[in-house]
């Protein structure tokens, strides 16, 4: 496991000049933790990889959905919160959520609907989370985790705890009730709460500008009187330094900050979306100018000073860590039929099984099962 | 300001109103667990628009009881994630109807939390519900069905004074989400004696509210006390002996509490201030069906609201619901059948 | 009647050097036309100081909603519509529907719930419209009628028709999900639509603070893409002037600008209300220094040029008005109990009255009735 | 994208599925009134998620066949707003759970607006529904039990590519708001031959899609075609005759219908998707009891979902969903009653 940024390390020493305060927090990351970055991307990106070709094998159980070129946004924001910290992920966040302490074979089970998988198969994908290390799940209806993260990070004020939350928006999803309301409460009440949009250009086929008129989501900082600041979503640092701002301005109890974060959606909505409305040339310009890892590996290996083989060495390592996580998830059985009853509510922990379904055992083996997916685009 | 506003004295043993019920509760719920607070539209300073919150931040501070913006879904959604974190929120509703604002949170986050993701959401939200006000669609609603038909809800609606406090400190109490609705008829109307101490009524056990044997009426809220008026007629005039059951849990269900009174009488009303259509009745005849069909003398009959949004002037909204004239129309009919 | 803006006649001719966008549009006002905007301040004034000798003798069914105070902002912006044009009023927004063509005769009916009121005794208080005078009436949830309006004023835009909305929202109201994505949505689709935020001070016992960090609401309109302007809302000419520069840019096809109206509600929430939480002196420091009437007739005795005697003409018009109303209203009858089953649907036309109520008649007159109001403050 | 997307062919008289037979109701109807016009989340170039408006955009323009935000509330409320005025608006729910956040702005604006306001709002809100495709607790769920509780919306729900098509054109025709929900997994693989010509099925009206004389079923949406496989089932191995009603409309129910197969059979089982507590089999259990108590030899009984929120993985949401197998065991318990 890389070193986490508890472990921080400073890399140099504080320039003479700058105070603090002015210095870009990424100029304290050790150099372990440097590498660590490239670490979780590379783990997203070739986990995603593997998600690919187990999802054209009709491993995966539903949609499948990529975070292609949005890697720095999810891991440069995640990396700079504690442990302590609680996070809330949304579908392209499986970065964060590895950050935040979720393990490869968890998320390879999710999206398989294993038994043993976080969820025991009833939740999709990577909807799970686990508050002692730190993620909530999200759920389908978006804008709801704003006004649960406000909650969340409520409770922290009002117990006077030392933790921050943060929370993603997509610029789609701006557009709910749920997200304004959340917002406005969050800093009112001057939670301590980080709301990250993450402007990647497309809420499935409709364009940023058929989703709102404003020009920069960070325009909406000023209507609930609170900071915005924008950031580069594929520069890891930069999205590191961005964040790490807003969650110490958090902790110093100065409420809540909203980033916008400039990235790029280069797969689809989900793996069955063809991307037919984008623009010709417009994906390939990205891949090719912009892809979050490629521009990191160059200040690696050239600013930082780390070689060609300590990075490949990162990439062999997410390789054979998903390897061996891929095995052990193909051989998780499936959730048992009757755990599907257990736990609606504390009290009563379990529902009872309808009297129709007296002979229990019969019931399930004999069950149809629809012939085909009727959807290939759930989420 | 009456000058108890800011003390909010427990009472116990004394007969107080519904709406004061309410008040200790939360005032005993907050003084005993430090994770309870409560929150909502102006119920800090001003008390609520109903007082029911009065006193209550001048004894525990604003950080307890807090006035949030006008935000329904932010208002449950942040009781969720409080309440994930352990704390036991309390959301005041400024009416129940605005409940339906929130209607995602609650269903979609709130109810499927446990059961998703292993994540308790230990929260009320309560507020003032129920018509005979004059207060028009939008602030006479009984929004039960909504909710009855959520799995990983509970729903309460109590209609004494007694039950009202011991119920919402069992939902408070409760690591579910618990919708607790008040109904604003009552809120003065009604007093009764609490028992003293610490009075908590269990969530999911109805209550016989009067003893009969001819004929069974099923009810809840404020109808409860249409249905005692019209057992006390019918037995004046028909010698009929009713009984009438007070609900007073909606989800879950009291199975045992029903099919003894099917058992009993043989014939049942089912009766609520809700529309018809849709409405909780149409469970409790199933049920009733299901599980105690060869005990019907008689079909089980409704006595409800009129399918209509409840308008505003007396004497469209008398004609609109349930009045005791029909549950006593209705009891003849059952008992004739 | 008062002439209303269609009989436009301009009172003084374009000073030579200021262009036509330079100069306040209400330097084109008639002098009817500025009388006319005082006759329907104190028509409103009028008619709720009426209103509350109607409550106090219990003939008001239901709470009671004052806008003392806030007459110029709805009767100053609703004077910037043409009578084609749409508006949706809230309830302190009596002075718009008045000038939008709604009698002192219907709000009295309305709100003693008469069975020839406009709603025939459905709805409260002055939650009624008419589309052909062009208002819309409001429901109760807050923020609900933004999206509506936005659809009023997309089929404007699809029919290529030359009209234009208008929507109110109150300070407090604009913390609803409902405002957001309904601004939102008129935003990005170019509706023609003026938005109001009444910045009153509170919303019921909760003052802005509470309900927004935003130093300003008029903020929020970067956010949304669109311009926006805050204006004295307790000078009619200044809110005419705000309001008619949006109308046009909204009717020139420019979309949608947010308008912030400074004012004060110097009443409670609703007549029940004591308003214990106001700090001490605040009320009488806007009712001695900033009434909107006092304010405006010191201009037209004053800069206008009129008389004390044309003032007390429109005075004693008004009172004359709201009595001979009043008298009408007093005497009209009591909706029909059965008149409540039509109408849920255009098909069927009625619902039945249930089996329990075979003899109606009985049932109607038999019915009881609460000993007193539950609530003395709905809304 | 297929050739066929720009063109939208209508067809009539042709097989095709359930998916395109809503395509065509959406494209005639917009050809013949041009105050039809269609909103929802990336239904213009994308054609929805599902690919039901593939075509229309390209047909009829991005006036008429709009992209929104992601803003259920103002999708319908703008829709109805736009009804106000004349026009006739037709609203995709990407997935018909999302409905759930527009619930204040349909059951308080819009199921409201005639009856207090006079003012019509002919608009439908379609998407897709229902389970049985492994989409999980927020892409699998059917929520007319939330919306029959509300006069003044009325409730479709198809079954047949026939039924789907008639029944869209009679929901745009319709003066008020009706929800019209299509379910997913019959999208692609239910075929059958659609008339030709202006096919238009009223709302309100039941279907018998299979004669019988000792059990009803009534039921709607995909579980139709499981009571269908049932009642084969029960013919081949036990010789039992068992009548299927698909209720097409949900509110208002078709009482008649109702009866008339209660009166037949004798005896009933409804059937139905959704969780069992507060869906609809208990209106209709009420109603039977009411009207046609006397002809009933037996209770009547429900097959219906567990009540769990609906869990994604295939054997988890297998056995909370009703099958095959359990409405044969069911209607053979009726049988013997
Ligand atoms: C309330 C709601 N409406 C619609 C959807 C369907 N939906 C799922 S993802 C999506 C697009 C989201 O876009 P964005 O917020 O930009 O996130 P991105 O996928 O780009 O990361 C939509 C419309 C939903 N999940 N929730
Ligand atoms: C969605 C919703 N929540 C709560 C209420 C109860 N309520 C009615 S008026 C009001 C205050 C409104 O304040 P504001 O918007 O500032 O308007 P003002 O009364 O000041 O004109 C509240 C909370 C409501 N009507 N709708
Ligand atoms: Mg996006
Ligand atoms: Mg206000």
């Known amino acids: ?133 730190g993620f909530i799940g999200q759920i389908s209806p978006l804008g709801d985790m704003v006004p649960v993260m406000a909650g969340v990070t409520l409770s922290f004020r009002m117990r006077g705890e030392d933790r921050v939350g943060l929370v993603y928006i997509g610029d789609g999803a701006t557009s709910t009730g749920a997200f304004h309301e959340g917002i406005n409460f969050a800093a009112v009440q001057r939670c301590p709460l980080v709301v990250i949009v993450e402007n990647n250009g497309y809420a499935y086929s409709t364009p940023t500008s058929r989703q709102t008129l404003a020009a920069s989501f960070v325009d909406k900082a000023i209507g609930y009187g609170i900071p915005g ?17 807003a969650v110490d301005h958090a902790r110093r109890g100065k409420g809540v900050t909203l980033i916008e974060l400039m990235t790029y959606r280069r797969k ?69 039929a009757l755990d599907s009853l257990i736990g609606v509510y504390a009290d009563p922990p379990a529902a009872e099984p309808l009297w129709f ?20 685009n759930v989420e | 300001m009456s000058s108890k506003a800011t003390e909010v004295p427990t009472t116990g043993g004394q007969e107080i109103t519904y709406l004061e019920a309410i008040r200790e509760a939360l005032f005993e719920e907050m003084e005993s667990d430090e994770n309870v607070f409560c929150m909502g539209q102006d119920i800090g300073v001003f008390g609520g628009a109903f007082k029911v919150t009065e006193g209550l931040q001048a004894r525990f501070g604003p950080q307890r009881v807090l006035d949030t913006p006008i935000s329904e879904i932010a208002m449950v959604g942040a009781a969720a994630g409080a309440g994930h974190m352990g704390m036991r929120p309390v959301v005041e509703m400024q009416f129940i109807d605005f409940i339906a604002n929130a ?33 028009g669609p939008f602030h006479s609603q009984n929004p039960e069905a909504g909710f009855i038909h959520t799995p990983g809800i509970k729903v309460v ?95 879950p269900l009291d199975d045992e509490a029903i099919l003894a009174t099917v058992r009993k009488t043989n014939r049942v009303l089912i009766l609520h201030e809700d529309t018809r259509t849709g409405g909780i009745a149409g469970e409790i005849t199933a049920r009733i069906n299901e599980q105690a069909f060869a005990w019907l003398d008689a079909p089980v009959l409704r006595v409800t609201a009129h399918d209509v949004p409840l308008p505003y002037a007396p004497s469209l909204e008398d004609f609109v619901l349930p009045q005791t004239s029909d549950i006593v129309r209705a009891v003849r009919q059952l008992a004739a059948y």
């Open chain 1, 268 to 336: 689809g909505h989900a793996e069955h979306d063809n991307q037919s409305y984008v623009p010709e040339g417009e994906i390939e310009r990205w891949e090719r100018e912009n892809d979050p890892l490629t521009r990191y590996v160059a200040r690696l290996t050239g600013e930082f000073g780390f070689t060609a083989s300590d990075v490949e060495a990162v990439d062999e390592r997410a390789h054979v860590e998903i390897d061996a996580a891929t095995d052990q998830a193909e051989a998780s059985p499936p959730p048992e």
């Open chain 2, 157 to 251: 609606y109590p209609s004494t004074a007694a039950d009202a406090k011991g119920l919402l400190k069992a939902a408070i109490r409760d690591d579910d989400c618990v919708l607790f609705f008040e109904h604003k008829y009552l809120y003065r109307r009604i007093r009764d004696v609490v028992p003293a101490g610490d009075h908590v009524v269990p969530i999911g056990k109805a209550r016989t509210a009067r003893e009969g044997t001819d004929v069974s009426i099923i009810t809840y809220a404020a109808t409860v006390w249409k249905a005692l008026d019209a057992a006390q007629q019918l037995a004046d005039e028909d010698g009929l002996s009713v009984e009438v059951i007070d609900l007073r849990t909606l989800s």
């Open chain 1, 1 to 133: 496991m890389a070193p986490r940024p508890e472990s921080t390390r400073p890399r140099r020493s504080r320039g003479r000049g700058a105070s603090a305060n002015d210095r870009p927090p990424s100029e304290s990351l050790s150099r372990e933790q440097l590498l660590a970055l490239y670490y979780w991307m590379r783990l997203t990106r070739t986990l995603e990889e593997r998600l690919v070709a187990l999802y054209r094998q009709t491993k995966v159980v539903g949609g499948l959905f990529r975070s292609l070129g949005q890697e720095a946004d999810s891991v440069g924001s995640a990396f700079a919160l504690e442990r302590r910290d609680i996070l809330s992920p949304l579908i392209r966040n499986l970065g964060s959520m590895l950050v935040k302490g979720a393990t490869p074979l968890e998320i390879l089970r999710q999206y398989m609907a294993k038994g043993d998988s976080p969820t025991r198969g009833r939740e999709l994908n990577i909807h799970f989370g686990d508050t002692d290390r």
């Open chain 1, 229 to 245: 600041h924008k950031a580069d979503g594929n520069d890891v640092l930069a999205v590191y330094d961005v964040t790490k701002r």
């Open chain 1, 357 to 376: 379904r007296e002979g229990i055992a019969q019931a399930v083996t004999s069950h149809e099962r629809p012939a085909g997916w009727g959807t290939s």
């Open chain 2, 103 to 135: 209607y995602d949170m609650i269903t979609n986050y709130v109810a499927t939390a446990r059961y998703r993701a292993f994540l308790p959401c230990p929260m009320v939200i309560r507020g003032p519900s129920g018509g005979y006000v004059r207060g």
